[in-house]
T-cell receptor, first 111, second 113 residues
Framework: GQQVMQIPQYQHVQEGEDFTTYCNSS?????IQWYKQRPGGHPVFLIQ?????EVKKQKRLTFQFGEAKKNSSLHITATQTTDVGTYFC???????????FGKGTKLSVKP | NAGVTQTPKFRVLKTGQSMTLLCAQD?????MYWYRQDPGMGLRLIHY???????AKGEVPDGYNVSRLKKQNFLLGLESAAPSQTSVYFC????????????FGQGTRLTVV
């Protein structure tokens, strides 16, 4: 089964509010990736984190990788309706290239 | 540059019928993956391939077979479709594992009645 837990499963926010989704693993991860899937669309790569404690920003999005490399977060500041979608974290399991995803967090934004 | 192309985009099957989903990528990627997406279940890995001529089982391989005869193509087969295989199927590819982003196809919506 999946080794990462992604929370929350759903989040409803008012436009302008902040949003955070978390990805938690029971084991150390070599790296973690984040993807966004718009309604009716396909997952699109956002970013990859590889270093302990790494923080990366993309405009209103901030991505963090925990010091122990067991958890990660995606924070969106001042959400907009264009942020609607499902956000997935993904990681490589084992040495053979399994690209595994969390169950995702579905974000809805009320104008 | 087409990226990752899946065919067909939609399909309705009767229980017991067979079909093959085709994934083609033109980025010279080594790794290719097949996922299924069901409500509340996220993306679950069915099978994957780390190179031409190789395949491996993912998280939910039962009821599916795959082949990677050519580097650019990854085929997913359903020999005897069941209603439980109603899902949206996504193919993805990466240049190599652990270091680069995965590119996804547009998805195939399969309904088994």
């Amino acid at each position: 089964g999946q080794q990462v837990m992604q929370i929350p499963q759903y989040q409803h926010v008012q436009e302008g509010e902040d949003f955070t989704t978390y990805c938690n693993s029971s084991t150390t991860l070599s790296n973690i990736q984040w993807y966004k899937q718009r309604p009716g669309g396909h997952p699109v790569f956002l970013i990859q984190l590889v270093k302990s404690g790494e923080v990366k920003k993309q405009k209103r999005l901030t991505f963090q990788f925990g010091e122990a490399k067991k958890n990660s977060s995606l924070h969106i500041t001042a959400t907009q309706t264009t942020d609607v979608g499902t956000y997935f974290c993904g990681y490589i399991r084992g040495s053979q290239g399994n690209l595994i995803f969390g169950k995702g967090t579905k974000l809805s934004v009320k104008p | 540059n087409a990226g990752v192309t899946q065919t067909p985009k939609f399909r309705v099957l009767k229980t017991g019928q067979s079909m093959t989903l085709l994934c083609a990528q033109d980025m010279n990627h080594e790794y290719m993956y097949w996922y299924r997406q069901d409500p509340g279940m996220g993306l679950r890995l069915i099978h994957y391939s780390v190179g031409e001529g190789t395949t491996a089982k993912g998280e939910v391989p039962d009821g599916y077979n795959v082949s990677r005869l050519k580097k650019q193509n990854f085929l997913l087969g359903l020999e005897s479709a069941a209603p439980s295989q109603t899902s949206v199927y996504f193919c993805a590819s990466t240049y190599y594992t652990g270091g680069t982003e995965a590119f996804f196809g547009q998805g195939t919506r399969l309904t088994v009645v």
